[in-house]
């Protein structure tokens, strides 16, 4: 099973869609990046962590939830940033883990990888998620063109010689 951290808001500003949904509505911006992240992760059978900066708010205490058996979403405490919160967790973990941290952050990408992870930025990041929602698209759409049913399959051929013969009257 691969392990996924992802540094939230360091995704919402790299993602042209997610970085135009916060400048109305961080909120909405986060939703959607857990829409499509829950996807991804049941789709590629991988567990992602998806972590909040909590770094100038006053949340006193870690909150994690806990969205699906593939993906938990974690607001660190006040006055962790999400990279110590990556770092603190990979350096637990270390190399039991087939582990990815996606962020764009030079430092982070570092230290993450001296301690046994694999790193992506968020643009790479963003380029995998679209390429598996294309590839999704495609299953569904062939699917569906191979589950059509012709009108010749569920008419019999004398009513569709009646039905010619009225077209040519």
């Known amino acids: 099973?691969?392990?996924?951290?992802?540094?939230?808001?360091?995704?919402?500003?790299?993602?042209?869609?997610?970085?135009?949904?916060?400048?109305?509505?961080?909120?909405?911006?986060?939703?959607?990046?857990?829409?499509?992240?829950?996807?991804?992760?049941?789709?590629?059978?991988?567990?992602?962590?998806?972590?909040?900066?909590?770094?100038?708010?006053?949340?006193?205490v870690n909150s994690r939830e806990e969205i699906s058996r593939n993906l938990i979403i974690v607001f660190t405490k006040e006055g962790e940033t999400a990279d110590t919160y990556i770092e603190k967790t990979i350096n637990k973990i270390g190399g039991k883990?087939?582990?990815?941290?996606?962020?764009?952050d030079n430092i982070e990408k570092q230290v993450v990888f001296k301690?046994?992870?694999s790193t992506m930025t968020s643009e790479e990041f963003y380029h995998e998620v679209e390429f598996n929602k294309n590839k999704i698209r495609k299953k569904i759409n062939k699917n569906y063109s191979d589950n059509k049913i012709a009108v010749?399959?569920?008419?019999?051929?004398?009513?569709?010689?009646?039905?010619?013969?009225?077209?040519?009257?």
């Open 1 to 60: 099973m691969k392990y996924i951290f992802i540094d939230g808001y360091n995704v919402i500003n790299s993602w042209k869609e997610l970085k135009e949904l916060k400048k109305t509505n961080y909120g909405l911006a986060r939703s959607k990046l857990i829409e499509l992240l829950e996807n991804y992760s049941s789709i590629n059978e991988c567990k992602i962590q998806i972590v909040f900066d909590a770094y100038l708010s006053h949340n006193k």
């Open 97 to 104: 883990y087939n582990t990815c941290v996606v962020t764009s």
């Open 115 to 117: 301690n046994g992870a």
């Open 152 to 169: 010749e399959d569920i008419i019999s051929i004398d009513i569709i010689k009646k039905l010619k013969k009225l077209r040519d009257e």
